[in-house]
């Protein structure tokens, strides 16, 4: 089943590819550098997802002590903080030719890092407790208080004055952006939550297998 | 404003190889651990 989803995001990213480079045109005031949101954008989506699947895997875990919401919430956290760290080198790379700098300690960028540097913590906290129950109890609880920083990340950019430009697309309201480059982004969205879902299911059963191993 | 193919080609490439690293790095703690599970077969 993993071997499947595994080929179709291969499919899939081809297509965003396609879309990207092929399809979508040239922006008239960036330019070509604009292609860039093609995998800055569907790389934070990602994190936000992955981090409240975090959330929830985490909440059902302190409820219900189930191993299977654990090791799904300390795979999430790793994939999320796998494309939070790609979101904010990417953003950097494309910052420098639009904003004329690399970093900025601007509130998204801001809030960003802390993000990352919070879910850091997440996987390094599991890595540094040795009992298994009572590091995947305090992961859990430091899963569901990370998340608060998600909303904050996101709204950042309309409760102070940033850089960093406004959503384009995740607002309320009507649309701004040409059909054709919604559809490339889209294209791009759904190839980036289908490797989502094939990492998080490749780390899940790697955890079973190293939990099997050491019981 | 110019084009910055540069820029472009450094995003991509940095992703497909942080993406790539990711899955190999996968792959090889999955041959690992399953050479670890194997059970040993013994001839008669």
Do not use: C
């Amino acid at each position: 089943m993993v071997r499947i989803v595994g080929g179709v995001t291969l499919v899939a990213l081809a297509a965003g590819l396609v879309m990207a480079f092929g399809v979508a045109p040239r922006e008239v005031t960036q330019g070509n550098v604009q292609r860039i949101m093609y995998v800055h954008v569907p790389s934070v989506w990602v994190a936000y997802l992955a981090f409240a699947v975090v959330l929830v895997a985490s909440i059902v875990y302190l409820a219900r002590r189930v191993d299977g919401a654990d090791r799904l919430a300390h795979a999430s956290a790793e994939v999320g903080v796998l494309f939070t760290g790609l979101t904010i080198a990417t953003g950097s790379i494309w910052g420098k030719p639009t904003w004329g700098t690399w970093w900025t300690w601007d509130a998204r960028l801001t809030s960003v890092s802390i993000l990352f540097v919070m879910y850091l913590g997440y996987l390094l906290l599991r890595g540094m407790i040795e009992d298994p129950d009572q590091g995947a109890r305090y992961a859990a609880v430091l899963g569901i208080v990370a998340a608060f920083n998600i909303p904050l990340v996101h709204f950042s950019v309309y409760w102070w004055r940033t850089l960093h430009q406004p959503p384009s697309l995740m607002k309320p309201g009507p649309g701004t952006m040409p059909g054709v480059i919604v559809a490339a982004l889209m294209v791009n969205f759904v190839a980036f939550s289908l490797l989502y879902v094939y990492f998080v299911a490749k780390r899940v059963n790697l955890l079973r297998r190293e939990a099997e191993a050491a019981a | 404003m110019p084009d910055n193919w540069g820029f472009v080609l450094a995003a991509y490439g940095l992703a497909a190889v942080v993406l790539i690293a990711y899955w190999r790095r996968l792959v090889r703690r999955e041959r690992a651990t399953g050479a670890e599970h194997r059970p040993t077969v013994r001839r008669a």
